[in-house]
Structures are given as structure tokens and as C-alpha cells.
């Protein structure tokens, strides 16, 4: 097991990148905020950022259905990724695959989004997203987010 693929240790406050956020940060996409920018770099240097194992899967999904285009092999991609400094996989426990099957709140039902919501609430760390619908969601308190976008 390499250390990108360790436990994530649930006595500090990580960031969960949600999958378009970890797309924005590997293209240099301008969409990223500069506060969310700020934290990620901050999480980074102190080995606090987090991606669910779902981000791969979520990847090879927008790369099979050509709605992002990766100049390289996919597992390439991911791999490069999951090792960029302070970055962690968050390995996909029952805990966290059942949990995600009956959250204790309303919630649509797009699998990747429940995963990560559940992984988000798992390890008490905070989701940075410009998902619209899960920004809302973490505003009624049932976990926490950041909105990559500012």
C-alpha cells in the first residue's frame, strides 16, 4: 500500500476534493476559486487533502463518455493525481458504501455524489465542490462545504 492509499487519519480536518474540483486543480482551470486555491494549498502542505475512491471511477466516466479529454492514459491521470503532495485516497469502506445507501436526509440519487457525502461525513472533513445542490445541502448542516468556486 503506498501512503497515497493509506487510512486518512480522522484526527485532523481534511478537504474532500470533490472529482471537478481534483479536474479543475490538475488542468489550472481558472474556475477555482481563489479562497478555495488558498486552502487546498494550505491542506496540501499539510498532507490534509483527501480524494474518495470514487474520483477514479467518476474520471474514467467523463473520459469514456468524452466530456473531459486527459492528453494521456487515464490509470496515468488518476495515478499522477492521487500523488500530487499531501493528497490521500480515501479508501471506499462498508462503513462509508452502506452509509452512502441511506444518508439521514434527502438527498438525489446520483451514486458518486452519495459516496463522497458519505466519505465527506466519514472522516468529519470538509467537501469542496461548485456542486450547486450539494453546496445547499451542506448549508442545512448535514456535513461541511466549501464552494470551490470563490
Not at 494550505?42 to 483527501?50: D, T, Y
Not at 472522516?123 to 445542490?133: K, M
Not at 450539494?134 to 466549501?146: I, P
Amino acid at each position: 500500500m503506498t501512503a497515497a492509499e493509506a487510512s486518512v487519519p480522522a484526527r485532523f480536518p481534511h478537504l474532500l476534493l470533490d472529482t471537478h474540483v481534483l479536474v479543475w486543480l490538475m488542468f489550472g482551470e481558472a474556475k477555482l476559486g481563489k479562497k478555495a486555491a488558498k486552502a487546498i494549498s494550505l491542506a496540501a502542505r499539510e498532507s490534509r487533502l483527501v480524494i474518495s475512491s470514487i474520483t477514479p471511477w467518476e474520471i474514467g466516466v467523463l473520459v469514456a463518455k468524452k466530456r473531459i479529454y486527459l492528453h494521456q492514459d487515464t490509470m496515468e491521470w488518476v495515478r499522477s493525481a492521487i500523488s500530487l503532495p499531501g493528497m490521500m485516497l480515501a479508501a471506499l469502506k462498508p462503513e462509508i458504501a452502506i452509509v452512502s445507501t441511506c444518508l439521514p436526509f434527502e438527498m438525489h440519487a446520483d451514486p458518486a455524489d452519495r459516496i463522497l457525502v458519505a466519505t465527506a461525513r466519514h472522516l468529519g472533513a470538509t467537501l469542496v465542490t461548485a456542486d450547486r445542490a450539494l453546496l445547499d445541502l451542506a448549508g442545512s448542516g448535514y456535513f461541511r462545504a466549501v464552494d470551490a468556486s470563490r
